[in-house]
């Protein structure tokens, strides 16, 4: 085993050496380029000393995280997720000038080649390459330097205030078919808990607050409990079972939720992690709808709440979700929400299927933990990589609505994309 994971570090160590040569290329361009700010020797030196105790630190915070990993596992702390982003927000704001001062750097250099070229080949006159070198604009680096500090300083919100103030995203939709005895139900949808990157029970408790503030008819949760391990929501299982609901919680599994940590070759170690897995959910009052649906009645009226394992459209992404399986029972005359944690389930399977979905509730996304999210405006590197990937859509005469998540993963914080909390009245129109 130790030969085999000592081959795996060599086979890693090329790919680690060159990215330590282009971090320190970065560190040392962005370095440059900054220094020429300033002009007395008074400010050179107390611009050299922050800067290099900023890059001493972040060192420091990136050893300290690699170390809790190796002694703790996925614990966190708030310590640690603020040695994570501090390390995040100071590489992206050192790319982010250096990225920007090659652009003018390269416009300078073809600038500077093409006169030395001209004066070689139509002057016949060789000039030093200097010379035609044009001088930087010290305005160009002033604005990336600007442009520099506002990752910088809006990473670092995002991971101290961002990450737990929580939103809560309101919504009315109106049904011709849905039962008369439903008209006013409340729905809330939470997902992507990621509990294993939490790091302060209060903050955490707040959020749980504003859910049970909305008197929720239905909670429903769609996905990514942990980041991986199982246990990881031990700490919260109390928290999250003070959640109530008139008409019950459901969930499914998201991703995420398949990554524990056990000997997949025996039979025994795989029912007991997942028996022990499916148990957390009980313990916090969800009932897990795997492929399955429950109906939900007021009265002698009914809808149906149809659950799915995780279906992503990515290869990588585990495929457990079973359409087919989930609606037994369920016809399109009846009203139907699904829960699918992956909303290119939606496009993929949801809208093909025989058996209509009125409403889809995803996650997953996050809305990457970044970006814009302004009245008239939604702007997200989300964007980019899934087609529907935060709010509400429509297509079929069928919604899907994808949540941003309540907890955050990688990056501990978030910019923009708020955690979400999502109400969701139903209501019955009249037929046209």
């Known amino acids: 085993m130790w030969v085999y994971k000592l081959n795996t570090s060599l086979g890693k160590l090329p790919f680690l050496i060159f990215t330590i040569l282009i971090y320190i290329f970065i560190d040392i361009y962005t370095w440059y380029g900054m220094k020429s700010l300033f002009v007395t020797e008074r400010y050179i030196k107390i611009f050299n ?39 995040f927000a100071l590489f ?20 500077g080649l093409f006169h030395y070229l001209k004066s070689i080949f139509i002057h016949s006159e060789q000039l030093q390459f200097a010379s035609v070198l044009p001088a930087r604009w010290k305005m160009w680096t002033t604005s990336a330097t600007i442009l520099a500090g506002i990752p910088f300083i809006t990473l670092l919100y995002g991971v101290t205030k961002g990450k737990y103030q929580y939103s809560v995203e309101k919504l009315k939709l109106e049904f011709n078919h849905l039962p008369p005895s439903f008209d006013g139900l409340r729905v809330v949808q939470i997902s992507d808990i990621h ?13 749980i607050e504003k859910i049970n503030r909305l008197k929720p008819d239905l909670v429903l949760f769609t996905g990514d409990l942990v980041n991986a391990e199982k246990d990881e929501i031990n700490p919260y299982i109390s928290l999250f079972s003070e959640i109530e609901a008139t008409y019950g919680k459901f969930a ?17 170690a795989t029912e007991a992690y997942w028996n022990d897995f499916f148990k957390k959910y009980e313990a916090m009052g969800f009932q897990l709808l795997n492929n399955t649906n429950q109906k939900i009645y007021i009265g002698n009226e009914y809808i149906n709440i149809v659950g799915v394992e995780n279906w992503g459209g990515g290869k990588w992404f585990p495929k457990y979700g079973d359409l087919d399986k989930a609606t037994v029972g369920v016809t399109s005359d009846d009203f139907n929400i699904l829960m699918s944690h992956d909303p290119t389930h939606w496009d993929e399977k949801v809208l093909k299927h025989p058996v209509k979905m009125d409403i889809t509730l995803s996650g997953h996304t996050h809305g990457f933990q970044f970006g814009v999210n302004l009245p008239g405006i939604k702007w997200s590197p989300a964007m980019y990589r899934y087609p529907r990937w935060m709010g509400l859509y429509k297509e079929k005469e069928s919604y899907l609505y994808v949540n941003r998540g309540f907890g955050f993963l990688g990056y501990p914080g978030r910019v923009g994309m708020l955690p979400e909390i999502t109400l969701i009245e139903l209501h019955r129109s009249e037929p046209q």
Do not use: C, P
């Open 49 to 87: 000393f922050t800067y290099w105790a900023l890059t001493i630190f972040g060192l420091y915070a990136a050893w300290s995280v690699y170390q809790h990993q190796i002694t703790h596992g996925s614990t966190r702390d708030e310590l640690l997720n603020f040695y994570m982003g501090f390390v």
């Open 92 to 111: 992206v704001s050192k790319l982010v000038f250096a990225t920007t001062m090659i652009l003018h750097d390269g416009g300078r250099m073809i600038f």
């Open 195 to 207: 509990a294993g990157s939490f790091d302060n029970i209060d903050k955490v408790r707040a959020g």
């Open 252 to 268: 499914v599994l998201g991703n995420h939720d398949y990554y524990g940590t056990y000997s997949r070759e025996k039979q025994s």
